[in-house]
């Protein structure tokens, strides 16, 4: 089975079937790539009414287009609409930025929006972005650090493959309440732990990845979350994960500017805080040394331990993000 995906995986070739994968996408976007043979695409997944926190992400850490001199592309993806309203707004909001892209994937609600939504996701990158060397995939509601991960993808040997790197997560079992829209029942997957995957928050793969759990979705029929999901079809794939503690996973990191210089990724963040902490970060600027990082993440560890239960309860953490 391995074999067979990741030979599949090498023959796509998607370059003459632009017109009719097309079709599976509300608003396409093709050329957001045309003749770029980029370092970085980072897909932010987002749902159509969370313009506003979108709006933030564009003008903080996603307002990149270089990182060391090579070439970045960022962009949002977004499934279905609820309403006809809600879909002109968001063509209107495709046509201002040029940074949309939208799948025809089931509601963000539903039980299968999520997994649609990423293999779709995946399909417009092999298709309509081939020569990205890295994707990185996040969420709105996620800070990211672009220029770290960079600067961590550009120390790996020139065309790395295999590449799925996170914050992995280990022996979770599976969901059996069959009540529970991630119901994995023991007759699709019997056994005792999920594979080990990546955190969906934010993690990277190198291109041949995307392919390759592209190909090995066609076998996984799993109602699982996202990242599960992706987890799934990487061991149908032959690839796995790799650890790193610099992306945060779903915990919210509070905020020291030596500690977020070094961190890969901050979940749960609001529009408001986004704002702050990018405008503190422009406004502080330089390198942090060694001992200020090592003391900036034991700060930021102590007090996002400390402080877990009061941010669960701000008004911020009610914000409408994805």
């Not at 059996?176 to 991630?182: A, I, K, T, V």
């Not at 945060?248 to 961190?263: D, L, Q, V, W």
């Not at 986004?274 to 600027?285: N, P, T």
């Amino acid at each position: 089975m391995v074999v067979s995906v990741r030979e599949k995986a090498r023959k796509l070739d998607l370059s003459n079937s632009r017109d009719n994968v097309s079709k599976s996408y509300l608003i396409t976007n093709p050329d957001a790539c045309r003749n770029s043979d980029l370092f970085l695409l980072t897909l932010i997944f987002s749902s159509p009414a969370n313009v506003t926190q979108r709006d933030a992400v564009r003008k903080t850490w996603a307002n990149q287009v270089l990182i060391q001199g090579f070439p970045v592309r960022i962009l949002f993806f977004l499934g279905s609409t609820q309403t006809s309203a809600a879909q002109e707004d968001l063509v209107k909001e495709s046509e201002l930025y040029g940074d949309v892209v939208q799948g025809h994937a089931a509601a963000d609600s539903s039980i299968h929006g999520p997994t649609e939504r990423t293999t779709l996701a995946f399909l417009w990158v092999i298709t309509f972005c081939p020569l990205a060397r890295f994707v990185l995939l996040t969420k709105d509601s996620t800070f990211v650090n672009l220029p770290a991960i960079g600067g961590y993808l550009l120390g790996l040997h020139r065309h790395p493959e295999d590449l799925y790197l996170g914050r992995v997560i280990q022996r979770e079992s599976p969901d059996r309440d069959p009540n529970s829209p991630g119901y994995l029942p023991p007759a699709v997957y019997p056994e005792k732990y999920l594979p080990e995957y990546c955190d969906g928050t934010a993690y990277v793969l190198s291109q041949d990845v995307v392919r390759k759990v592209f190909v090995a979705s066609a076998a996984v029929r799993a109602s699982a979350p996202a990242d599960v999901y992706v987890g799934l079809c990487a061991q149908k794939a032959g690839v796995a994960p790799t650890h790193s503690a610099r992306f945060s996973g779903e915990k919210h990191i509070r905020y020291n500017a030596c500690c977020y210089r070094y961190m890969f990724s901050s979940a749960r963040m609001g529009r408001y805080e986004l704002e702050r902490v990018w405008a503190d970060l422009q406004l502080k600027g330089g390198r942090c040394s060694l001992f200020q990082t090592y003391y900036g993440l034991v700060t930021c560890k102590a007090l996002t331990y400390l402080d877990k239960l009061s941010f669960m309860n701000s008004p911020e953490q009610n914000e409408p993000y994805g």
